[in-house]
């Protein structure tokens, strides 16, 4: 691997000492951990709690970072420098002050809904998207306030273009990929990429198989075909990597990680996608980016994209 | 008021403007203040909260406090430094690691158990005290290592005993009186006394009406003569102040303090006792020091009283 600061934009893993090998061998020097999906406060205390026991394990291999430059000292250190995120604002419940104890506790990314509505906004799977809530507005003022980046993943299109609107600083799509290379309501339309690009944001192309067009059976270089794209039409600088790697999650889990406490009745039980050859674990970070490198993309884009957009979006969020 | 450093060890008031006022008005410089007592996670993620929106407000009075140099700061800035605590163990629950969570959240003070029997240990209250439980033990080394202050006032004598001999770093009884005093289970036996004064530990001798003998009848001189006594039986070095200022809760609010979700069936409904008149809140603190003068206590030990010892111990629990 070169000396390019790698940050994968989104993992949920079921962390355990292969996993966080696994970063090491891709050469990942940051990663956005998911910390809460469907859990309320108490729970989401208890998940940030395991990760303060992974930091101060004996030779612990992960650090907490707050900052752009947290990441780059964690490198310096050989280190891989963890940034706690919820994919949902079900921990804050109705509480606003709760983004303020949560930010202090060490969360720097929230995504406003998940896979249903919620107190803040649509998610991308509701039928009818009502936008962002008058509580939603409240959110994203008070995330712009105690510097954390909000997430539009999962969230709706009606609800994406209004949080954008409303936020004072740029937003990330952590993990998903445009609409043109696959069309699937967890992936983004052309002019909602746009707009985020146009107010300073940034996507994380996911390599979730079922966001895929073809899914495992997705090439190498036809996903990174799909990202050359995507940088000439909301440029390169937009541009980054949200795995959404699912490592060592049991089955029972996964039924968790969807559909939460309940089932939409349309919906088949989930079952866990098969990943491709090419990426099956943050190891193969290096085949990604030769991959890039193999469509003629510059180094520095290719050092861009694999991890310096998310550094330049990271530095402009978060402060010093 | 001289330049003394006054700290009240416990106030637990339905804190507004007024309320703050008084703590300036009597040169009060720190406060311990009370953000559970019934409270689960949740509850108290919101009750700290609060004291947040408090410290940011355009000319706030306040601000918070995590060592013994945040307070003198404080007093060099004319604000009043509050340090953020719990009268029980409710907030944690089963789960140890919310420790460290409140923590870092400012919490620096815990005390074991409440009016009940909980998880940790036994209440004064309690007819039969099992002692610190299995879970009691982890919780004190936890706040040991997370350096947050053990707090036995409300705790049941043979628990208080236990947390002594376990505890790594001194302890407080924030805001109780001798048994000598009151023979009231919410004040100490003179042993319990002086294994926490053996131990390094603070006593905060409290005003609290229902714990002084005659009540609202008791003399500033029969208080500052308690005081006096007691420091003549465990060293002047580990005897305080803790008001127990209960300012401005409703009736309604009195039933929650005293009971939380139901009252033991012995037990009449609470009332609020009256105060005596020359302690009713914080602006009174000039009178007491003057009290403890009048008594003939010199100038260095008046100073140790009124803020000084928990100074000394906030400094050697809490670190730098």
Not at 41 to 62: E, M
Not at 200 to 218: D, E, I, K, S
Request: net charge negative; aromatic share 8%.
């Amino acid at each position: 691997m070169s000396d390019v600061i790698v940050i994968d934009g989104c993992e949920i893993n079921a962390w355990d000492d292969e996993v966080l090998d696994e970063l090491v061998t891709g050469g990942v020097s940051g990663v956005h951990a998911t910390c809460a999906v469907w859990e309320g406060p108490r729970d989401a205390l208890r998940n940030l709690a395991a990760w303060n026991r992974r930091f101060r394990a004996p030779d612990a291999l992960v650090e907490l970072a707050s900052t752009a430059a947290d990441i780059r000292d964690a490198a310096a250190r050989g280190r891989i420098a963890v940034l706690l995120g919820f994919q949902n604002t079900s921990p804050i419940e109705d509480d606003l002050e709760l983004v303020e104890q949560f930010s202090t506790l060490g969360v720097r990314v929230m995504q406003l809904t998940y896979n249903i509505q919620n107190l803040v906004g649509g998610s991308c799977y509701e039928p009818s998207d009502s936008g962002l809530s008058r509580y939603g507005e409240l959110v994203v003022g008070e995330m712009n306030r105690v510097r954390m980046l909000v997430d539009l993943s999962h969230v709706g299109e009606r609800t994406s273009f209004d949080a954008i609107q409303v936020s004072q600083a740029p937003v990330a799509i952590t993990h998903a990929n445009p609409r043109s290379f696959l069309d699937n309501p967890r992936n983004k339309s052309d002019l909602l990429l746009k707009e985020l690009a146009a107010a300073g944001g940034v996507v994380g192309c996911t390599l979730y198989p079922l966001f895929m067009a073809g899914g495992p059976a997705q090439t190498l270089d036809g996903f990174c075909a799909m990202i050359e794209q995507l940088c000439a039409d909301i440029g390169v600088e937009h541009v980054a990597i949200g795995s959404d790697l699912t490592r060592k999650w049991s089955d029972a889990h996964l039924t968790w990680l969807r559909d939460g406490r309940w089932r939409p009745a349309a919906d088949p039980p989930p079952v866990w996608p098969q990943w491709p050859s090419w990426f099956s674990s943050a190891a193969d970070f290096p085949t990604l980016e030769q991959g890039l490198r193999d469509r003629g993309i510059g180094e520095q884009d290719v050092a861009a994209i694999l991890g310096g957009n998310w550094m330049r979006l990271f530095g402009e969020v978060f402060g010093a």
